[in-house]
């Protein structure tokens, strides 16, 4: 049995650790807030593991130990792992497990959008119906629609699937065709716009997609257009579309991610042609748990095999732990 205090793990204090069988009786775990991560460093050597959800180059340099940053999440923009590549660090994240989940997400939150169901309900709870009648028509509907999707991976494929069945066209805009695809592509995201009445972004955040959603893409999405969020609220320009749903440049907005998360400008919270969820896309306790144990597996198996399970393409080649290496030797 290795010795337990040689194998400290810090852990984010937003991870529940109740998901994880045995893996406190493995390691030492370190529970961190952001706010005190710059305090770790006096208990936490030598550090082996993080498993968080951002971490950024002065973040790695404060633990010369560690070997494996485990993100919670898919999206890992947050964490600047060309630098953890650097310095020989592996970053993982949580692929597939949430997929499903988000697609459906997705699909709640575009029908919500077009049809006011939220709305709806909160006319019933008021007393409305009984008072006032039926809930006014919706101009917003699923039928006859076309859709394109931004970022058509491992989520966006899954939301395809679904309007597939809901009998929706699907085309898309990626950095690369997908040959093995017949959906119609398009390389430049205004023309996919031009060409459909519902844009859903479901690709990651980072500089190479910040606000590719703007002002020229909106427009093309036309007055009858509906925006779908799920992605990361970086990739739309939040000033852009509040512009175009108050002027009618678009129909309406349906979103889960925003720009400045949690905060919600009071713009976007005052437009009746938006219909705004609290980041909640992979957020039920099935969902979060598959990814809490993966974001453990990631560690465990990186600690006691020297394999890292899903790591993320900038550090796909430290995946596997080198043992001979001098650096690591005597760590176990
Ligand atoms: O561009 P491609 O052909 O590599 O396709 C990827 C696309 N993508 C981009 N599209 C346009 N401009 C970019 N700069 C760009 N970077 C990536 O986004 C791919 O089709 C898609 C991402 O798919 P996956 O890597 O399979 O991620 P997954 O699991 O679908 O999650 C997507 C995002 C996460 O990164 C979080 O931000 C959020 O959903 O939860």
Redesign the pocket.
């Known amino acids: 049995m290795p010795n337990k205090s040689l194998q400290k793990v810090a852990v984010d204090a937003t991870f529940d650790l109740r998901w994880l069988d045995n893996f406190s009786d493995k390691f030492e775990v370190l529970e961190f807030s952001h706010s005190d991560a710059a305090r770790m460093p006096k208990v936490a050597q030598p550090l082996r593991a993080i498993i968080g959800h951002s971490a950024s180059a002065p973040d790695f340099d404060l633990y010369p130990s560690l070997e494996i940053f485990s993100n919670f999440?898919?999206?890992?923009?947050s964490v600047d792992s060309a630098y953890a590549a650097k310095r020989g660090i592996v970053v993982t994240?949580t692929?597939?497990v949430?997929?499903e989940e988000?697609a459906d997400t997705a699909l709640g939150l575009l029908l919500n959008t077009l049809r006011e169901l939220p709305r709806a309900e909160a006319y019933l709870r008021a007393g409305r119906w009984k008072k006032e009648g039926d809930y006014p028509l919706t101009q917003g509907t699923l039928r006859g629609r076309k859709a394109g999707i931004?970022?058509?991976?491992?989520?966006?494929?899954?939301i395809a699937r679904r309007l597939s069945a809901f009998g929706v066209p699907v085309s898309?805009?990626?950095?690369?065709?997908?040959a093995e695809l017949e959906l119609p592509y398009f390389e430049r995201?205004v023309d996919l716009a031009s060409s459909v009445d519902i844009l859903i972004a479901?690709?990651?955040?980072?500089a190479?997609?910040r606000h590719?959603v703007n002002a020229e893409v909106l427009a093309a999405l036309g007055p009858n257009g509906v925006l779908i969020n799920?992605?990361?609220g970086s990739?739309v320009d939040e000033a852009a579309l509040i512009s175009a749903l108050s002027r009618g440049a678009i129909m309406a907005a349906g979103l889960d991610?925003y720009e400045n998360e949690p905060q919600v400008g009071p713009k976007l919270l005052s437009l009746a042609n938006t219909c705004l969820l609290p980041h909640v896309?992979?957020a039920s306790v099935a969902t979060r748990r598959s990814m809490a144990e993966l974001a453990a597996l990631n560690v465990v198996s990186w600690i006691e095999d020297g394999k890292a399970l899903t790591p993320v393409a900038e550090t796909a080649h430290l995946a596997e732990k080198s043992w001979d290496s001098g650096a690591l030797v005597g760590k176990d």
């Open positions: 999440g898919v999206g890992y923009e994240n692929p597939g949430l997929t988000t931004f970022g058509l991976g491992r989520i966006g494929k899954a898309y805009c990626g950095r690369t065709r997908q995201l479901s690709a990651p955040g980072g190479s997609t590719a799920i992605g990361r990739v991610v896309g992979s």
